[in-house]
């Protein structure tokens, strides 16, 4: 019998640096809202070893299939959790961009969790499935919810944030990613005396004329990210330029993104955006993504080149 999940996507609306750890991890708070972009995940139970079918919508969604792919840690980290479950075998459609700050990787890697639970008969509880999380990944216990979370610590700790409104996003994905690590490292040098520039908060940016919501939204992520990958900062200002000041960018980037409260009016700023396709920029209009998450369903097998 094969399950199937969509692993979706994620926006942090927040995400604040509030310290750093000793062990040199950031701590931080963060909102993270789930959005209906999403990888499609399948799975099936073997007698043994772990297998993974991969295909991406394009290149910029596209990662290995070996070892090191999330999809197989989560299940390798299953099977040490519970050594009866035998053997998996997947199939994994990319569509998220991997390295632009979607949580892409580690949505698979919950959907995977949940996969795997789901097919030995919910054998963990979510508070072991939630242990399983966060030694993949910050960010994956989030997926494991869905919805909206307030995320502390470095992210895993997660509260409820239900009451955040629904909304329509126009993303704006450039051909490039932001290499995570080096964006945290960029911003550390800020807080050593280095000259990283202050970044834009989210009650400093005007409310564009009835479009984008007027939200308290901020990334202090941002200028470390635009001073890692200069082209970003470009790309903001013809945004704002166009006439969408309240531009902002999730994770530790690539992803820049608009929010607006219907859906006809992300596909306006589409139209008007178009020409940073030329650039090479992906432009997807998107929405919340509904919670709670739906459970695992039966599903048959893809086609090794099919949808």
């Known amino acids: 019998m094969a399950l199937f999940l969509q692993a979706t996507a994620k926006l942090n609306l927040v995400l604040r640096i509030t310290g750093r750890r000793q062990d040199g991890y950031h701590l931080l708070e963060t909102l993270y809202h789930a959005i209906e972009l999403a990888d499609r995940l399948w799975a099936e139970r073997t007698a043994s070893g772990i297998t993974l079918q991969l295909r991406a919508s394009d290149a910029r969604a596209a990662v290995s299939a070996g070892a090191d792919n999330l999809v197989v840690r989560a299940a390798e980290r299953f099977r040490q959790r519970v050594p009866a479950a035998g053997g998996f075998r997947f199939a994994l459609h990319k569509t998220i961009p991997a390295a632009a700050g979607l949580g892409g990787g580690s949505s698979d890697a919950a959907a995977a969790l949940r996969l795997c639970n789901a097919l030995c008969g ?50 704006l994905l450039p051909p490039f990613g932001c290499p995570t690590a080096e964006v945290y490292k960029t911003y550390a040098a800020r807080l050593n005396g280095g000259d990283v520039p202050a970044n834009i908060r989210g009650d400093n940016i005007p409310w564009h004329g009835g479009l984008a919501q007027p939200l308290p939204f901020g990334n202090d992520l941002t200028a470390a990210a635009e001073r890692v990958r200069p082209e970003l900062a470009g790309l903001r200002a013809r945004v704002q330029a166009a006439g969408f000041p309240a531009v902002w960018m999730s994770g530790s980037g690539s992803t820049l993104f608009l929010a607006f409260d219907r859906d006809e009016r992300a596909r306006a700023a589409a139209v008007a955006l178009g020409d940073l396709q030329h650039s090479g920029v992906r432009l997807i209009v998107t929405r919340s993504a509904a919670a709670p998450l739906p459970l695992p369903s039966a599903a048959q097998w893809p086609e090794s080149g099919g949808g």
Request: charge should be negative; hydrophobic fraction near 50%.
């Open 122 to 171: 919910e054998v963990l509880p979510a508070a072991a499935l939630h242990e399983l999380a966060r030694v993949l990944g910050a960010d994956v216990p989030f997926f494991l919810r869905g919805g909206s979370q307030w995320g502390r610590g470095i992210g895993d700790e997660l509260q409820d944030a239900a009451d955040t409104p629904a909304r329509s996003f126009l993303l």
